[in-house]
């Protein structure tokens, strides 16, 4: 009784987890700050100048 238990719990874990962890993510994607290609770009030009100063 205790294997078919066990079997259970890891099949409702392999369920569940990959569930969770698309909801953590998918609520973290919705506090991120939005931008244009372009804006990127001009993001990443001036921090790669930056760093290299």
Do not use: H, I, K
């Not at 205790?2 to 569940?16: D, E, I, K, R, Y």
């Not at 990959?18 to 991120?32: G, M, Q």
């Not at 921090?47 to 290299?52: A, G, V």
């Amino acid at each position: 009784m205790s294997a078919a238990a066990l079997l259970l719990f890891v099949g409702v874990f392999a369920v569940v987890a990959p569930l969770a962890l698309y909801v953590f993510v998918r609520s973290e994607a919705e506090n991120t700050e939005r931008m244009s290609r372009e804006e990127a770009r001009e993001r990443v030009s001036r921090e790669q100048d930056d760093d290299r100063r």
